[in-house]
């Protein structure tokens, strides 16, 4: 072989190196400049109105709008949204960033789940976004590529990517509200009383929050508990009490339903009523104060009035939507200097939890519900 051939053969390597170098790129460079996916996104945060979510067929999953009292799932008759998770879903869209080109085929575009949501058998889900005076693109989020990446497509459009987020996005309507109906702590009550429709009475107490087990009251002659702390899973059942699901409270409560009562030393008190239908259970929710019990845990020295700004302070402290002060408020420091007013905190738990009926855990009801069989060893045998 000449020299000259050598020197040519060369040549046309490095241009075939060259070329295949600029393909390259040209597959996994950004069709936006800056590689953002949804450019105006994070720009208009604060001025989304309604965040819609759809999967297959078209089927809305929920429709979450922001209303004067805050963010509602409007699909759950406008109960409040978890807004932590919206949050974090919409700023992880606002921040995604392409990281590679992936197919424009729609006939692959099910090897992504990134298939338009009308299709029947669409694996991903649409979100679309509405805020005054600004066009947003609506966004399919395909399947997942690790734990950090996702596939997605703007709707109306070809190109396919993989994008560096992977939102939190949930596919039922359930999902997206605010959790939590309720947080008393155990050490904080002081007497449980739950009475059954068929009238058997059930109820437990201690003396002062150090105790580590609730007494069982009129033990049956001749009986004894399965174990000391047996009764404790009554006493701690409304702490991070969690919903199922939700819906408006009926006008009338259920036939057949259960009572339960608790009292807080601090003067709180909370009657739970409840009923199983079909499988489920659903339960209604009512705050009061124990006058008596609230004074006499009152601080030396504090009337009803520095109890209140002291509560109104711990309030005011936990942000302007009181997210660090739990669901119902009722999280507050437990020293004396930062106790809650139970009247506010009554108030608090009625203004958000009163409108409404909860499905819980059937474990849950379970533990709210215990007869006193359920609280006791086997009969000794005859």
């Given at each position: 072989m000449s020299r000259r051939t050598v020197i040519v053969l060369a040549a046309a390597l490095v241009v075939l190196l060259a070329l295949a170098l600029v393909g390259q790129r040209r597959g996994t460079t950004p069709s936006r400049a800056d590689g953002v996916l949804l450019p105006n996104l994070e720009a208009s945060l604060g001025?989304?109105?309604?965040?819609?979510?759809?999967?297959?067929?078209?089927?809305?999953?929920?429709?979450?709008?922001?209303?004067?009292?805050?963010?509602?799932?409007?699909?759950?008759?406008?109960?409040?949204?978890?807004?932590?998770?919206?949050?974090?879903?919409?700023?992880?869209?606002a921040e995604a960033k392409i990281v590679e080109q992936k197919t424009a085929n729609p006939e692959l575009y099910d090897r992504l789940g990134v298939e338009d949501v009308s299709?029947?058998?669409?694996?991903?889900?649409?979100?679309?976004?509405?805020?005054?005076?600004?066009?947003?693109?609506?966004?399919?989020?395909?399947?997942?590529?690790?734990?950090?990446?996702?596939?997605?497509?703007?709707?109306?459009?070809?190109?396919?990517?993989?994008?560096?987020?992977?939102?939190?996005?949930?596919?039922?309507?359930?999902?997206?509200?605010?959790?939590?109906?309720?947080?008393?702590?155990?050490?904080?009550?002081?007497?449980?009383?739950?009475?059954?429709?068929?009238?058997?009475?059930?109820r437990i107490s201690k003396d002062s929050p150090e105790l580590?087990?609730?007494?069982?009251?009129?033990?049956?002659?001749?009986?004894?508990?399965?174990?000391?702390?047996?009764?404790?899973?009554?006493?701690?059942?409304?702490?991070?009490?969690?919903?199922?699901?939700?819906?408006?409270?009926?006008?009338?409560?259920?036939?057949?339903?259960?009572?339960?009562?608790?009292?807080?030393f601090d003067g709180l008190v909370v009657r739970v009523t409840g009923a199983e239908s079909d499988d489920a259970s659903w339960i209604t929710l009512e705050a009061s104060v124990d006058p008596e019990a609230a004074a006499a845990s009152a601080p030396d020295g504090a009337d009803g009035a520095e109890a209140s700004a002291d509560a109104e302070s711990a309030e005011n402290a936990g942000g302007a939507d009181g997210s660090e002060a739990g669901a119902d408020g009722s999280a507050a420091a437990s020293s004396d200097e930062a106790r809650p007013d139970p009247s506010a905190e009554a108030a608090r738990i009625n203004a958000r939890v009163g409108s409404w009926r909860y499905k819980i855990a059937g474990y849950q009801y379970d533990q709210m519900t215990r007869r006193m069989a359920d609280l006791l060893k086997p009969p000794p045998a005859a």
């Open positions: 001025d989304i109105e309604r965040v819609t979510i759809v999967k297959a067929n078209g089927e809305t999953v929920a429709t979450l709008e922001r209303r004067p009292e805050g963010w509602v799932v409007a699909d759950k008759h406008g109960y409040a949204a978890n807004t932590t998770k919206l949050r974090q879903a919409l700023t992880a869209l299709d029947a058998d669409a694996a991903g889900l649409s979100v679309a976004f509405t805020a005054p005076g600004v066009t947003l693109p609506t966004v399919i989020l395909g399947n997942a590529e690790g734990s950090s990446y996702r596939y997605v497509r703007r709707a109306g459009e070809a190109q396919s990517f993989l994008v560096d987020r992977n939102p939190d996005v949930p596919r039922a309507a359930t999902q997206w509200v605010d959790a939590q109906i309720i947080d008393v702590r155990g050490d904080r009550v002081r007497e449980v009383t739950i009475t059954h429709p068929d009238g058997e009475v059930v580590a087990n609730f007494t069982v009251a009129d033990i049956p002659q001749g009986r004894e508990l399965s174990y000391p702390g047996v009764a404790n899973v009554i006493g701690n059942a409304l702490r991070e009490l969690n919903l199922e699901d939700v819906e408006p409270k009926p006008e009338a409560p259920p036939e057949n339903a259960a009572i339960v009562e608790y009292r807080t």
